[in-house]
């Protein structure tokens, strides 16, 4: 089939990578890297785009500030540098299937990432490599939600996949309301007027003010973003 999506961008959450198999020290799961790594490889051998922006929630959040003593601000740059590594695992695994990458960092990390650099992205993405934009906006107050939608729509991307453990958005939570029924598809003003949370305000006004539709599905089933891809309506939910 061919893909609906010429141009993506994938958000992943930090926290999502911890997996099953955590002991308490490890931060991630080799294997849902490695699930993702292929499900990313097989929307590339398709012809599709791919830039990724990965989430820090699994080492390190910077919002907790009363619970820390860390200043918030200081926080976040710490769950910024979070990102890096998840960004790093991400690439180093997609490099060991044969996906080339691009690790671009929003903070100047020379000896381990490019700069951000808009339109280098855009001429990675058009060489076939897979581009992770890491550190978040660069910017503390912003989560990496909103680096997604930021970048979706500096990059020109056709959408935003926000990849959850849930598959899609639902008319209540599914975890407690046993009649909770999957959206399909769902407008940008229904969402704001049913309370229903997408992305953090941020984030989903400026993919709303820039026509960026959002795709909310669950990342951690194999061969999801896949499905995805080619447009299927029976995994997640669209916003647009
Ligand atoms: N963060 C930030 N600015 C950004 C992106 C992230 O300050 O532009 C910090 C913030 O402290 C956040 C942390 O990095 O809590 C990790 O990102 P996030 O919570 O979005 O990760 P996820 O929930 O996707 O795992």
């Keep these: 089939m061919l893909p609906k999506y010429k141009r993506i961008l994938l958000k992943l959450s930090g926290e999502a990578l911890v997996g099953g198999s955590n002991n308490g020290f490890d931060p991630f799961d080799p294997r849902v890297i490695e699930q993702y790594a292929n499900d990313i490889k097989a929307i590339t051998d398709l012809g599709v785009q791919v830039a990724i922006v990965i989430g820090g929630g699994n080492i390190y ?138 992305m953090d305000m941020t984030a989903f006004t400026l993919c709303m003010e820039n026509k960026l539709p959002i795709i909310v599905f669950d990342m951690n089933k194999p061969g999801n973003l896949l499905k995805v891809v080619e447009g299927l309506s029976n995994v997640g939910t669209l916003v647009s």
Excluded: W
Excluded at 127 to 154: C, H, M, Q, W
């Design 61 to 198: 959040r910077g919002m907790n500030e009363h619970d820390s003593g860390i200043e918030r601000a200081h926080g976040d740059y710490m769950g910024m540098l979070a990102t890096m590594i998840n960004g790093m695992a991400m690439q180093a695994m997609l490099e060991k299937i044969g996906v080339y990458t691009r690790l671009q960092s929003a903070i100047k990390m020379e000896q381990i990432a490019e700069p951000y650099v808009r339109r280098r992205a855009i001429r990675h993405l058009e060489k076939g490599r897979v581009v992770i934009f890491g550190a978040g906006t660069g910017n503390p107050y912003f989560t990496t939600d909103t680096a997604g939608s930021l970048r979706a729509i500096e990059i020109g991307a056709d959408v935003i996949l926000k990849g959850t453990r849930v598959d899609g958005i639902y008319t209540a939570d599914p975890e407690k309301d046993p009649n909770a029924t999957r959206y399909e598809s769902i407008s940008f003003q229904e969402c704001i007027s049913k309370g229903l949370k997408v």
